[in-house]
């Protein structure tokens, strides 16, 4: 469960051009990661809409401004914010993200 938390947050960096800079800096820090703008703003879509707006935020600032670990940071939040993660990970999964490189 905890990989499948981890992936997510580093789906997060995916989003659209919202208007939104919190948003755009997961989606920039997602496509550089080789994810097409597409699937990473539907991830930051759901992202925005089931995290709470603080999480959201510090999320944006930590994985997509500061490019910090995504693995790091989730590790790093509370129990009832990865809990937050965990509830948009089926969201992502109706993304369409690229196979895992081998």
């Given at each position: 469960?905890?990989?499948i938390?981890?992936?997510?947050a580093?789906?997060?960096m995916?989003?659209?051009?919202?208007?939104?800079?919190?948003?755009?800096?997961?989606?920039?820090?997602?496509?550089?990661?080789?994810?097409?703008?597409?699937t990473?703003?539907?991830?930051?879509?759901?992202?925005?809409?089931?995290?709470?707006?603080?999480?959201?935020?510090?999320t944006a600032?930590?994985i997509?401004?500061?490019?910090?670990?995504?693995?790091?940071?989730?590790?790093?939040?509370?129990?009832?914010?990865?809990?937050?993660f965990a509830s948009v990970?089926?969201?992502?999964?109706?993304?369409?993200?690229?196979p895992?490189?081998?």
């Amino acid at each position: 469960m905890r990989h499948i938390i981890l992936s997510v947050a580093a789906l997060t960096m995916l989003a659209s051009c919202s208007g939104n800079s919190d948003h755009k800096a997961l989606v920039t820090a997602c496509t550089a990661d080789g994810e097409s703008a597409e699937t990473c703003s539907c991830i930051a879509d759901a992202m925005e809409a089931k995290l709470d707006p603080d999480l959201f935020k510090r999320t944006a600032q930590s994985i997509g401004r500061e490019k910090r670990d995504v693995e790091a940071f989730v590790t790093s939040l509370t129990g009832e914010e990865q809990m937050q993660f965990a509830s948009v990970v089926t969201d992502m999964f109706t993304c369409k993200l690229s196979p895992p490189k081998s």
